[in-house]
Every structure is written in C-alpha cells, then in structure tokens.
C-alpha cells in the first residue's frame, strides 16, 4: 500500500482521544461494541492495514459474495457496511467487462455513505478504480456503507481492498431486527429513475436502487434487505428485455434465484454472479415477490398463456417457499397495472388452501399515475416509489403484527 495518500495525523492526549470516541459513539450505526481504544492509547496507535471485504471485517449487504479474492457486488442495493476508528480510507474497487470494453451504457454505478451521508456517486469505468474516502486531519469514528445501485444483469463489481490508517482495522456493523428479501423486475432495481423523460435510453447511470420501492420500504421498516431483481423479467421461460433495440437473451427469475444472481459482464476470468450458489442461512422474516409485469408483456403476444403464467408462478413460489422455510411471503404485483393480479391470488389461496400451513400473503399495488412522473420506457418515478414504499410497509406492519 503506498502510504503517501495519507496526510500525517496529529496527536491527541489520551484524554481528549477518549473524548472525542465517546462523542463519536452517540449514534446507533455505529458499531461500537466492536470498537475499542486500549487505556492510554493515543493517534500513536493508528496503523496502516490493507483488509479484504469478508464477513468477518464487514456487514455484506444484500446479493453479494466474497469470492475471487474480493467481494462481489451483484445485486441492486448490494454492498457492505463496516466502522473503524481513524483518520484516513481509501477503497480499491474491480470493473468487470463493461469497463474492459468501454460500454458506457453498462457500467456499474456506486455510492458510498460515510456517516448516513452519500459522499461519493460514481461509474466504475476501468477495471481497477481506487477511491479515496475518508482523508480528515484527526481521527474520529466512521461508518461507511458501499452499494451498488445499478443492477446486476448489466454489470457487476467488486471491492477488492479496503485500505485504512486506523486502530484495530475495521469491523462489521451489527445486523438489524429485520431481514426483507424482495424479488422483482425493473421496478425492484430504481430503473431509470434518474432520468428525465419517458423516452430515453436507458443507461445504468440513471439507476439508482435506493429510490425504489424496495430500499424505501426496507429503510421505512429499518430493516437489512437482499434484492434480487432483473429488469425485464418475469417467471415465464420466454421473458426479456429490450436494450437499445436488442432483445437480450429470454430468461427468468426462476433460472437465478438460488444463484448470487446474473450478468451480462464478469470480473477477469473466473468471477462469474451466476456461477456463485446463493447462501439460505439467513432467513429473511419476510419475502416480497413482485413479478407478473414483464409476463402479462409476453402474454400479450400470444406466446404463453395465463395458465402458463400460473404454472410458472406456482413453481416460482414453491422454489421460495423450499429454500425459506421460515419465511412469510407477501406476493404483490400492480404498479404498472394489475392485469395478472387475480391470477397471483389464485395462486396464493390454492396454496394456503392445501396441506400444511405458509404464512403467504397478496397485496395489490395502486397503479401508478402519469401525474406523478414518467421516466424511462415509461417506469414510473420516485415519487410513485415512494407511494408504493408507504403501502407496502403498512401491509408488511400488518403481516408481522408490529
């Protein structure tokens, strides 16, 4: 690591150091339980480190995994979270084929949180980016969250060092009460929500995934969250999306859900999100499946059939229900219209009303309105999230009896 991106930090007496650590600790993200300065330690004791994203040194976010020898951020929202006590931070990210390629339309877009706030928002365009963070004159404690707001099935990225000058390296912050998976379409992901017009070209760097209905209501909840969503898809074998006038290959959810996920770009030679098995051992308290949008598209033109539709769906949730056993399941559709809802409540009663017993559930979206912001391929926009945040959490509250 070169040490020169580092401005030499002052000294504190040990007094004041335990002051300003205490003052720092006041807030609830931080991990401060983890976080100890040993009696009589001063700025001294900072030290340069260079630490790999694992589990163990931080809280991953989402759909990712550390694999390859960094951790692979794959999923809308997916990322990591950790505290440290220092004065300097620098992050060394990977950019997969978009960036060897130079497809503007496709890299993967970042932001990073220090302290709640977004500091930095960013396309990773060249196949290493290194990224300097925190560079402050004293030391003080700092909570850093890395997402990745663009989807997976464009690109994905990996941060391949997290390099600090601090005491006792970095720590995971702690999990919530609280784990939502959602899995979806491109309503799921913020498509295009930054965008300006209904008409436009998609372009991942109007992606943002923290303006979507999902990270609203997982953030409205205070909630973690796991996001597993493909613009474009639905459950029928057939679905796929049109990108710039070519339709990418037909796929479906049910070809991916128990991998990390899928993307048209990989990291090197062997980093590949649909090669990596998706881990079950947490489950989440609830699974929001919103899907049924892009299959009532394919529908349309004859090429499947509602009963396909139902088929398919049923297999969909039975793969859910198989991997979370533990899980209730809220099953909604309805922001770009209902015209399969009656068939998602089909599905739902049959299955509440045959042997055994799920906690699964239906909830039916209002439909957006123009009024409130069209964006790209006529995807509704924030302020439609935002509405659909506000029901979903109401009926999540509902579901869990808080």
Not at 6 to 16: D, E, G, M, N, P
Not at 321 to 326: A, L, T
Not at 337 to 359: F, K, T
Not at 387 to 397: D, F, G, H, V
């Amino acid at each position: 690591m070169n040490k020169n991106i580092f401005r030499k930090s002052k000294i504190l007496s040990a007094a004041v150091l335990m002051l300003s650590l205490a003052i720092s600790l006041a807030a609830p993200a931080f991990a401060a339980q983890d976080i100890v300065i040993q009696d009589g330690q001063t700025t001294d004791g900072l030290n340069y480190v260079d630490v790999s994203a694992t589990p163990g040194n931080v809280k991953v976010i989402g759909r990712a995994d550390y694999s390859g020898n960094m951790l692979v951020m794959a999923g809308s929202g997916s990322g990591c979270e950790f505290s440290f006590y220092g004065d300097q931070l620098t992050l060394t990210f990977a950019g997969d084929t978009s960036a060897v390629s130079g497809n503007t339309k496709l890299y993967p877009r970042i932001a990073i949180y220090v302290n709640g706030e977004r500091t930095h928002d960013f396309m990773i365009d060249s196949p290493e980016k290194t990224v300097n963070v925190v560079n402050a004159s004293t030391p003080a404690v700092y909570t850093v969250k890395v997402l990745k707001l663009s989807e997976a099935q464009m690109s994905i990225a990996g941060i391949k060092n997290i390099s600090v000058h601090s005491i006792n390296n970095v720590v995971p912050t702690p999990d919530k009460n609280m784990l939502i998976e959602f899995v979806g379409d491109s309503l799921s992901c913020g498509y295009g929500v930054d965008d300006t017009a209904a008409g436009n070209v998609f372009y991942t760097s109007t992606e943002d995934v923290t303006k979507s209905y999902a990270y609203k209501t997982a953030e409205l909840l205070g909630a973690d969250y796991s996001i597993v969503a493909f613009s474009g898809y639905g459950v029928l074998p057939g679905t796929s999306m049109l990108l710039d006038g070519d339709f990418i290959a037909p796929k479906s959810m049910l070809q991916y859900y128990e991998r990390l996920s899928y993307s048209r770009g990989h990291i090197g030679t062997n980093v590949y999100a649909e090669a990596i098995d998706w881990d079950f051992s947490r489950q989440p308290d609830v699974i929001v499946v919103n899907l049924g949008t892009n299959d009532y598209e394919y529908i349309r033109t004859g090429a499947d059939s509602i009963q396909d539709f139902k088929d398919y769906y049923r297999e969909m949730l039975d793969r859910i229900m198989n991997n979370n056993p533990d899980s209730k399941i809220l099953c909604t559709l309805g922001i770009m219209g209902q015209e399969l809802c009656p068939q998602v409540e089909e599905v739902v009663n049959e299955i509440n009303a045959g042997p055994g017993s799920r906690d699964i559930y239906t909830m039916r979206f209002d439909v957006m309105q123009a009024s409130d912001g069209l964006v790209t391929n006529g995807h509704p926009g924030e302020a439609t999230y935002t509405k659909n945040a506000e029901q979903l959490t109401a009926k999540i509250r509902e579901i869990m009896g808080m």
